[in-house]
């Protein structure tokens, strides 16, 4: 069956380290894998789109990989901040449908 | 950038009765706008795909007659939950867009 999966437990980190989520996927084979950020009670806001040919995206303090072989993207924010402590999901674009597929999410938690 | 309002943001209603949840794209025009529900400490699900001048497609196990998609116009997709129950009660957002999708803020549910 096709599945998306993020790691479901929160992720703690220090102020100014480096955070790093995952995001498996089985079955499917996206043209392009995309993260958000949503906040409580809020929407998702796009944040990165990294298409099946790229091997990386930066945006700012964020880093995206995408790696068709392991089927798995990673997503990096560096020099992270209070500020950031949001869920992350990675979402998928499954077939030409336009609808997007979406992991469960990541809650990161960055504590001063 | 694109705009997608939702509105409203948060709505209490009795068991029985319909509520109606409006999706407007701001800046740009939206032949497609999707529908997703998320419950507490669980990812989006997409329910349907709003198509602009035809009928919606459901994803599987939405029931349609229940939640009602009208998208009339090609900045105006609404979503009217009939009879609500209390097991309807849940987060609904929308988005609009292509390649990085643009959410509304979306709108708590609250059925009593």
């Known amino acids: 069956s096709q599945k998306i999966e993020q790691n479901s437990e929160a992720l703690n980190i220090q102020e100014g380290k480096t955070a790093t989520l995952t995001c498996n996927y089985t079955?499917?084979?996206?043209?392009?894998l995309q993260w958000y950020r949503q906040d409580p009670g809020r929407g998702p806001v796009f944040l990165l789109l990294?298409?099946?040919?790229?091997k990386e995206k930066r945006k700012e303090r964020l880093k995206v990989t995408f790696d068709t072989t392991l089927k798995q993207s990673l997503f990096h924010i560096t020099a992270s901040q209070p500020a950031d402590s949001a869920t992350y999901l990675c979402a998928l674009l499954s077939g030409n449908t336009g609808k997007l597929i979406f992991g469960q999410g990541t809650t990161l938690q960055v504590k001063p | 950038g694109a705009v997608v309002s939702q509105h409203p943001s948060w709505v209490i209603c009795k068991s029985g009765t319909s509520v109606k949840i409006e999706c407007r794209s701001l800046?740009?025009?939206?032949?497609?706008m999707f529908w997703y529900r998320q419950f507490p400490k669980q990812s989006l699900m997409l329910m349907a795909t709003s198509n602009e001048g035809s009928k919606a497609t459901y994803e599987q196990g939405v029931e349609k007659d229940k939640f009602l998609i009208n998208h009339a116009s090609l900045t105006l997709s609404t979503l009217t939950v009939t009879s609500a129950h209390p097991e309807d009660s849940s987060f609904y957002i929308c988005?609009?867009?292509?390649?990085?999708?643009?959410f509304g803020s979306g709108t708590r549910l609250t059925v009593v």
């Open positions: 990294i298409r099946e040919n790229e």
């Open positions: 800046d740009f025009q939206a032949t497609t």
């Open positions: 988005s609009a867009g292509r390649d990085g999708y643009t």
């Open positions: 079955n499917y084979s996206p043209a392009y």
